[in-house]
């Protein structure tokens, strides 16, 4: 964000390149998944990308 920038700018031009993937887990599936990945030392996020990408590659693949 540059000084010249408001707070809404930033946001509405991240919405433009961003888009939002959200769900909703029971307490203990996402605990389990928080202690795996942090035993990994790897992010929802960065795991949820590269599974994104896993089934990208695997889906086009039999296209």
Same mark, same amino acid.
């Given at each position: 964000? #540059?000084?010249?920038?408001?707070?809404?700018?930033?946001?509405?031009?991240?919405?433009?390149?961003?888009? #939002?993937?959200?769900?909703?887990?029971?307490?203990?599936?996402?605990?389990?998944?928080?202690?795996?990945?942090? %035993?990994?030392? =790897? #992010?929802?996020?960065?795991?949820?990308?590269?599974?994104?990408? =896993? =089934?990208? =590659?695997?889906?086009?693949? %039999?296209?």
């Amino acid at each position: 964000m #540059t000084k010249t920038e408001t707070r809404a700018e930033y946001f509405r031009k991240r919405r433009e390149n961003r888009r #939002t993937f959200s769900v909703l887990l029971d307490p203990e599936t996402a605990e389990r998944l928080d202690r795996i990945l942090s %035993q990994r030392g =790897e #992010t929802r996020v960065s795991w949820l990308r590269r599974k994104i990408a =896993e =089934e990208i =590659e695997e889906t086009d693949g %039999q296209g």
